[in-house]
Structure formats: C-alpha cells, structure tokens
C-alpha cells in the first residue's frame, strides 16, 4: 500500500491562497468520504485543521478549507500568515490498510 | 482539555520489544478509538494501528507481524509493543484519539516520544 502522493513543497506570500493536492485511488480518497488533514510544526502535537474532506474542528481557523474530486482531495489556505509555515499531511480511510497517510507538504510563507 | 502523553525508552537494542505507553489526562480512555503513528527522521508519518476501549485491535499490515496494542482503562492509557526492532524503526512515535463523530480523523494528539534503535 503506498501513502498518498502529495506535493513535497508549497509556497506563497503573505495574504495569498495555496491549495495542497493529496492523489489516492479509488480504494482511499475516491471512494471514502474520510480524508482529514494534519498541521504540524517541529516539537509540537499535530493539529487536526480538517476531517471528513471538508469539516472543520472548532477553533480552527476558517482560512482552511477542504475539498476533494475523484481521488484527489484538496487543502486551501487562504490569506496565508507567517504561521502556516509548517508541514501538512492528509489522512484517508483506506479499505486495504485501514488508514494511510499521504508523503507530506512543507508550506513556505515567502 | 484532553492530553495526551506517551512514555518509554529513548534507546532501544536492535532485536529487542519497543514499548511505549500513551496515559490520557483530562478525560476518559473509555467509549474511544485510539492509535499510534510514527515518523523516521526525514520521512512522513505512518499509521501503526488502532485499539478500541474495549481491546479490539487493527494493524497496519506492514507491522502486523511484530506489533501488539493494549490498553489498561484502569489507569486511563494504552500502549504499544513493537517487537523485533531494526534501525529501521526509529522514529518519533505519536499516540492520538480518533474523533468521536466519525471514528475516522486524529482529533488529539501526543507530542510524540523519539525512539532510536541501536547498539
């Protein structure tokens, strides 16, 4: 079972938007509505930002935004800050593994 | 506010059993799904597997083989035995809870425990 693809790298300016792809098939993201995306910064938990593509937990900001098309599902950020600086992972159900993550993107704030 | 916080040795023996501990503060083990997740240096995360409450257990079938989960109610953590270990497995290891609503996403998470395997 192979992890999700993702970008390795994303950057933007201040105030911009970037959007995070995360590629599966169709016995991950394609066929489960149960992909959750994770922020994490280095000596830190992870965060939980989105779950069930396109949910939000409370106290996440609302700069964060899911979605998902076939078997590719998409994190946007909107108005990037200094702060989104970080790693991003997203997280599918999977009918063969169970779960499985994707390869992870570094956000750069420019 | 839940917490979580895993516990073990920072050093373990190739061939030898990593065993972690996640002891939950702030609220109840029981009624939740709950999982461990690792990181090698330089790489992305890998789910290990899931326990219920109740004991039930599902494996990522990578680790199958070599990994056991547990979980004690009494003292509100559960753990994780990894046998057999190579360099290959060291890592910063993660404990986490599975959301409530769907059982699907990581809503809690540890701040992780770096694990090294060597001699």
């Known amino acids: 079972q192979s992890a999700l693809t993702q970008p390795a790298s994303v950057s933007g300016s201040p105030g911009q938007s970037i959007t995070i792809s995360c590629t599966g098939t169709s016995s991950d993201v394609g066929d489960y509505n149960y992909v959750s995306w994770y922020q994490l910064h280095p000596g830190k938990a992870p965060k939980l930002l989105i779950y069930d593509v396109n949910n939000r937990p409370s106290g996440v900001s609302n700069r964060f935004s899911g979605s998902k098309s076939g078997n590719t599902a998409s994190l946007t950020i909107s108005g990037l800050q200094a702060e989104d600086e970080a790693d991003y992972y997203c997280y599918s159900f999977s009918s063969s593994i169970s779960y499985v993550f994707g390869t992870g993107t570094k956000v750069t704030v420019l | 506010q839940v917490q979580l916080q895993e516990s073990g040795p920072g050093l373990v023996k190739p061939s030898e059993t990593l065993s972690l501990t996640c002891t939950v503060s702030?609220?109840?083990?029981?009624?939740?799904?709950w999982s461990w997740i690792r990181q090698p240096p330089g790489k992305g995360l890998e789910w290990i597997g899931w326990i219920y409450y109740n004991g039930a257990t599902n494996y990522n079938p990578s680790l199958q083989s070599r990994v056991t989960m547990s979980v004690d109610t009494s003292k509100n953590h559960f753990s994780l035995n990894l046998y057999s270990v190579t360099a290959a497995d060291t890592a910063l290891y993660y404990c986490a809870r599975y959301i409530p609503v769907t059982q699907k996403s990581l809503d809690m998470w540890g701040q992780g425990t770096m694990v090294t395997v060597s001699s």
């Open positions: 702030g609220g109840s083990i029981s009624g939740y799904y």
